[in-house]
């Protein structure tokens, strides 16, 4: 049960993320086969980051061909909808996006709690799987990563990753912790493109 | 017999790699050291992301220090060959790249398929191995990567990858299978450089 | 107490890179949590690819928080030093960054060899470990890397290894060795930025 619950919460991250991998490599111009790289870069990077720090390898796709197959579909139905409605809705990225930082967050420090690791870890990992997949697609399609832009975004997954191991050190129920912290997330991440929220910069003039 | 050809294949391919990696680091007017940094990252990047995914850790350079030979001798003898003929021939980087491009392709899968993955993973082992090379040079250099451009690049790499994932199901001896693959994926690609072909653009308009 | 000089060196390392990640984040504008991500990214990037490429995983600071806690506490001090001096002074980011890269070398290399690899892959781990932390921030926040511009960066990190792997060799005692190499590195790396000094450069023009 609760297996299948963290498995479908991982699988609508990897099609939210594959999705939003799709829109920014067709803006790019790209050919159907790297449509699909980008779409698994995006989908799948932050995973395979976090599995190859924990040495929890072969990583998890490599163990299971449903996400090559996932991402691959994914992929193709959102180039046809693209050619449908030629233009895709407004903010669709960016929501779809904030959808996987919220699931892949809690998946990868839910992931490091069952290994046994520490809460800060769990903290740490939930973010590097939550925020990796968007950076290495931005990073590829020649941007500054919206991780590193002043809207609040890293900030929503820690926030997330910390709600859950609260949640779990209080022996919540597993997916009523992870409801809980996909929820924080989400919210904090929707509000923040909503009302274009932000924390306060600590800007400074320095030299190269 | 099997193991030598692979070798050699491998060595070829990490040579035409670190030739292209020099090439992008004099237009880019590195010192001697930063030329052999980015020739090794573009000749042993995508098989060091490879053996990490799959867990076959310490990476294959690490216990072999041949490459780390190889790689720096190719380097300043390219270097030289540099300085003597003041302008490499046109496409000559691209052509490199195609090289390195279908064997590691076909050094990726076989290692994969022979540490018993399944096909599919085989096929994207293979594409990692040919492009994260490449890849990792580009992105050094400031440059989107060349896979995301809209020729045919890991098109031809997942070609390969089919192509010898097919022949190893339809029991062909290895050295064929991976000689058909590499000529796919090298035909292919050269073709596309040659004609400028290029897969149908699924391109639309969409906001940040 | 050979013990106990690597991990204070290594802190130090990590405290340096943290503070120049912290200096380019606020560069960017960035909101707390993006700075504390910058300043992991600088300070522990070099270890973690190093730890994962030797298969020495769970990576260092997953099973030591404590390289977590520094990162976050000189991320914040940092930042509320920045605050209180307006400007930060000239050249404070490559000094930093030139005591990461020269301390670094010389713990990657000693894990190397410890583990019980060979002299030329404890250069390249030294290197890899130096280099990569400050690669990933500067790609990250836009930039071409550092250590591909033409100053003399990657080959003070490749003499630091050089000069200890040898006094290794040699059976000079740990400490020596490791003090020996990181002044080696340190007092090339600030030579070359104070006289601006740099290795002959192999420009060549080619076609793209």
Redesign the interface.
């Known amino acids: 049960m609760l297996e299948q619950f963290i498995y479908i919460a991982d699988m609508i991250g990897v099609i939210s993320c594959a999705i939003s991998g799709v829109?920014v490599?067709?803006?790019?111009?790209?050919?159907?086969?790297?449509?699909?790289?980008?779409a698994?870069v995006t989908g799948i990077g932050g995973g395979?980051l976090r599995d190859?720090?924990?040495?929890a390898?072969?990583?998890f796709w490599?163990v299971d061909?449903n996400y090559?197959?996932v991402i691959t579909i994914t992929a193709i139905l959102t180039?046809f909808w693209?050619?449908h409605i030629?233009?895709?809705p407004?903010?669709?990225?960016m929501i779809l996006d904030a959808f996987g930082l919220a699931i892949f967050t809690i998946v990868g420090a839910q992931k490091a709690l069952a290994l046994g690791?520490?809460g800060?870890?769990a903290i740490?990992?939930g973010?590097i799987t939550g925020?990796v997949g968007g950076?290495i697609r931005d990073?590829?399609?020649?941007?500054?990563?919206f991780?590193?832009?002043?809207?609040?975004?890293?900030?929503a997954s820690?926030l997330g990753g910390v709600l859950f191991v609260l949640c779990s050190y209080l022996e919540f129920t597993p997916i009523l912790a992870m409801s809980i912290a996909i929820s924080g997330t989400l919210s904090l991440r929707l509000s923040a493109i909503y009302w274009h929220l932000?924390?306060?910069?600590?800007?400074?003039?320095?030299?190269?």
């Open positions: 829109l490599a067709t803006r790019l111009r790209m050919d159907p086969v790297g449509i699909i790289v980008l698994a395979t190859m720090m924990m040495g390898t072969p990583v490599i061909n090559t197959y180039v693209l050619k030629h233009r895709s407004p903010y669709l990225l690791f520490s800060p870890v740490a990992m973010c925020v950076m990073l590829l399609s020649g941007q500054i990563p991780v590193l832009q002043k809207e609040i975004y890293a900030t820690v932000s924390l306060p910069v600590f800007a400074s003039d320095r030299e190269a």
